[in-house]
Nanobody, 117 residues
Framework: QVQLVESGGGLVQAGGSLRLSCAAS????????MGWYRQTPGKQRELVAT???????NYADSVKGRFTISRDNAKNTMYLQMNSLKPEDTAVYYC???????????WGKGTLVTVSS
């Protein structure tokens, strides 16, 4: 059974930092591309950052220079270091594991990040 479990969310003041983690089980983590997405009420889920199996990264323009995505294949875990947080970063953050060639993707249940002004 595949499980992706996010953790590290919480309440932080603007300008602060948080580190999210996504722990994976039930998959061969190293062969999955991974990503962080976020969603606020009434809006579509949006991409935050992705990291390939080889470690290449991609970021939404809104988080470039502030967020850093990384992965530790030995721990089956992906991270999102979020610095200089803004109130507009408030959202539920989800992690995704994907093997696009095989049409497989899995989602976690999300962790809430709230940034107060």
């Amino acid at each position: 059974q595949v499980q992706l479990v996010e953790s590290g969310g919480g309440l932080v003041q603007a300008g602060g930092s948080l580190r999210l983690s996504c722990a994976a089980s039930g998959i061969t983590f190293s062969i999955y591309a991974m990503g962080w997405y976020r969603q606020t009420p009434g809006k579509q889920r949006e991409l935050v950052a992705t990291i390939s199996t080889g470690g290449s990264t991609n970021y939404a323009d809104s988080v470039k220079g502030r967020f850093t995505i990384s992965r530790d294949n030995a721990k089956n875990t992906m991270y999102l270091q979020m610095n200089s947080l803004k109130p507009e970063d408030t959202a539920v953050y989800y992690c995704k594991a994907e093997r696009r060639v095989f049409g497989r993707e899995y989602w976690g249940k999300g962790t809430l990040v709230t940034v107060s002004s």
